[in-house]
């Protein structure tokens, strides 16, 4: 056992350490809440709390998004798209598809944030082209520039243009950078394992400063968020097993639903739902060299879930901020949301740490995209939690639309 997951003598500290962070995260919401209400004088103090959680956020996202994405590019394997191009098409389609939902769910249904925010820190676009045009001078940055002022554009073409040479280094290289990545996400475990902490200071302050009718508007932004995941569990994934296999998609639906979507969303990583996928996998009669290749590369790419919520909370910014929106821009934003999704950490809350990068399209600063991270997280015990199941139940759902024949009852 890892030096994080170690138990030792004292009953409290297992809990702290080892314990659900769910149930640890709700125990800081309900104390935060407390706290601002019964004993407001003293939120002050404790504030710091969500602060240094917030920075700490701040400090490791832009180096999380590098490396993450830099890895999985440089890990892939050669031949492997040839084997598995139908599924890997349907993982992308899908994704792009459920960003779009969200985007649409977010222009019906506009949430608005609590953001402290200074007029320095807003520079939004006029319009796509800008928005273009900036995306050209954003990638053309130094790279360590890029990290070290949170350049997520800049971050995302530096970290494909490093993988993509990396994919031709030898073996001990790519160990190495494998290696590396592990490190990156086992220090954002550490990190997540404080959000209780955090949202207990930021929940309490928020509470003292906006009053407790801000916690509403977390509310209507869950709402959005986990109605755009059912539209897509439930709409949208149907209608792409449909057209490929031509004929009622729900049995299978349901089914991997049922099988794999509930177990995922308890546990709330896609990794550790891998064997209950492949388990599924083997039931449904799917051919083992494929689902063997899909399923693993699934838990990490095939992230739908983790698109809707980094689209939603980032317009949900954008609406915060009033900045306007074009159709192109919307397109442009679902993209970006494919494509962060697809890097997004196999860390619980992994995925709000790729909001910046989508924010940074508007010209949103880090700081007051991190502040939406801090939202997320309040909201994450149910976010996370569906997130996971949509993303998970998905791996198989799409692998077998993409192998079972089309005439098979």
Not at 227 to 233: I, K, P
Not at 241 to 252: A, E, G, H, Q, S
Not at 268 to 284: D, F, T, Y
């Amino acid at each position: 056992m890892d030096l994080a997951g170690q138990e030792t003598g004292n009953p409290v500290l297992n809990f702290i350490k080892n314990g659900s962070l769910v149930l640890q995260i709700v125990i800081g919401l309900v104390a935060g809440i407390m706290l601002a209400t019964i004993w407001p004088s003293a939120v002050s103090s404790i504030s710091i709390l969500g602060t240094l959680f917030i920075n700490a956020l701040k400090s490791i996202a832009p180096v999380l998004v590098f490396i993450l994405i830099m890895a999985a590019i440089s890990g892939h394997r050669k031949g492997t798209e040839i084997q598995i191009k139908p599924v890997l098409l349907l993982y992308v389609a899908g994704t792009f598809f459920s960003a779009l939902v969200a985007v649409v769910a977010s222009l019906m249904f506009p949430s608005v944030l609590n953001l402290q925010i200074e007029s320095a820190q807003l520079t939004p676009p006029g319009n796509v082209l800008e928005v273009l045009r900036n995306l050209a001078l954003s990638i053309a940055t130094n790279p360590v520039q890029a990290l070290l002022e949170a350049n997520y554009i800049g971050i995302l073409a530096w970290s494909i243009a490093f993988g993509m040479v990396l994919r031709h280094a030898n073996n001990s290289t790519k160990v190495f950078i494998s290696d590396f990545s592990d490190a990156v996400t086992a220090v954002v475990r550490m990190i997540i394992r404080l959000a209780p902490l955090g949202i207990f200071g930021l929940v309490a302050t928020t509470i003292v400063e906006s009053g407790a009718g801000e916690l509403l508007r977390y509310a209507h932004l869950l709402l959005v968020l986990l109605g755009s995941m059912l539209f897509v569990a439930l709409v949208v994934n149907p209608v792409i097993v449909f057209i490929k296999l031509r004929r009622n998609p729900y049995p299978l639906v349901f089914q991997c639903l049922r099988e794999s979507g509930i177990t995922a969303f308890f546990t709330r990583s896609s990794a550790a739902n891998i064997p209950v996928n492949m388990a599924l996998c083997e039931k449904l009669g799917l051919d083992r060299e494929t689902y063997s290749v899909s399923i693993p590369l699934g838990a990490t790419i095939n992230m739908a879930g983790a698109a809707v919520t980094i689209t939603v909370l980032t317009l949900a910014a954008v609406n915060t901020l009033n900045i306007s929106v074009d159709f192109p821009t919307i397109v442009l934003l679902s993209i970006v949301s494919t494509v962060a999704a697809c890097g997004a950490s196999g860390v619980a809350g992994g995925s709000l740490l790729l909001i910046p990068m989508a924010c940074s399209l508007f010209g949103i600063s880090n700081d007051v995209a991190i502040q939406v991270v801090g939202v997320g997280f309040v909201i994450g015990v149910l976010q996370d939690s569906t997130e996971t199941a949509l993303n998970s139940s998905t791996d198989v759902l799409f692998t077998a639309a993409a192998t079972l024949p089309k005439e098979q009852s």
